[in-house]
């Protein structure tokens, strides 16, 4: 089992930043790989961003550009660094972790919100 927390989120104005961090423990040895979603009002859950354990990194089109997706493996976390907000990027984020090569994600986070207004 793995259990993730997330923290980091909140209020912000478009064109501002925010970093957000998910920590993972228990059976950290067995993960494959880590990401991001979010899920909007109204909306699917989407994927953010993910990275491998091997340092491959995968981005929504729509983040491109403007968010980074890192990972410390001494703290056993990934970070989701988010700059030049925008109102549409508001949703809650869950972070997320996988001990397989398939593409579903088995473990997440309770989520965390982000605003950003206009």
């Known amino acids: 089992q793995v259990q993730l927390v997330e923290s980091g989120g909140g209020l912000v104005q478009a064109g501002g930043s925010l970093r957000l961090s998910c920590a993972a423990s228990?059976?950290?040895?067995?993960?494959?790989?880590r990401g991001w979603y979010r899920q909007a009002p109204g909306k699917q859950r989407e994927l953010v961003a993910t990275?491998?354990?091997?340092?491959?990194?995968n981005y929504a089109d729509s983040v491109k550009g403007r968010f980074t997706i890192s990972r410390d493996n001494t703290k056993n976390t990934v970070d989701l660094q988010m700059n030049s907000l925008k109102p549409e990027d508001t949703a809650i984020y869950y972070c997320?972790?996988?001990?397989?090569?398939?593409?579903?994600?088995?473990?997440w986070g309770q989520g965390t919100q982000v605003t950003v207004s206009s």
């Open positions: 990275i491998t354990n091997g340092g491959i990194r």
């Open positions: 997320a972790a996988k001990t397989h090569d398939t593409p579903r994600y088995d473990y």
């Open positions: 228990g059976s950290i040895f067995s993960i494959t790989a």
